[in-house]
């Protein structure tokens, strides 16, 4: 089992700036993929950004170029940057894991964190 935590959500203006974290325990190992996910209300839930064994990451259009994806393995966490906010970007925030080193981007993540809000305001 792996436990996902997820915090640094927030309420900011467009054009600001979050730094979401994500903390993971239980049978979690460097190698698997981890991402982040979000669902806005009455939209479905959309993978934002990807991160492999090797630091590759992979984002979704609407946020390249202002997310950044990272994670500390020492420290078993995930981060996600995310400058320029825009309006667009409201939405609850998961963090997940995939238990496999492949797939990062299209494939199915079977934990979930609870998420964290976020809330842009123009």
């Known amino acids: 089992q792996v436990h996902l935590v997820e915090s640094g959500g927030g309420s900011v203006q467009a054009g600001g700036s979050l730094r979401l974290s994500c903390a993971a325990s239980?049978?979690?190992?460097?190698?698997?993929?981890m991402g982040w996910f979000r669902q806005a209300p009455g939209k479905e839930r959309e993978r934002v950004a990807t991160?492999?064994?090797?630091?590759?990451?992979g984002y979704a259009d609407s946020v390249k170029g202002r997310f950044t994806i990272s994670k500390d393995n020492a420290k078993n966490s995930l981060y996600l940057q995310m400058n320029s906010l825009k309006p667009e970007d409201t939405a609850m925030y998961y963090c997940?894991?995939?238990?496999?080193?492949?797939?990062?981007?299209?494939?199915?993540?079977?934990?979930w964190g609870q998420g964290t809000q976020v809330t842009v305001s123009s």
């Open positions: 997940a894991t995939r238990s496999s080193a492949v797939g990062c981007w299209g494939s199915p993540y079977n934990y």
């Open positions: 239980g049978h979690t190992y460097s190698w698997y993929c």
């Open positions: 991160i492999n064994s090797g630091g590759y990451a």
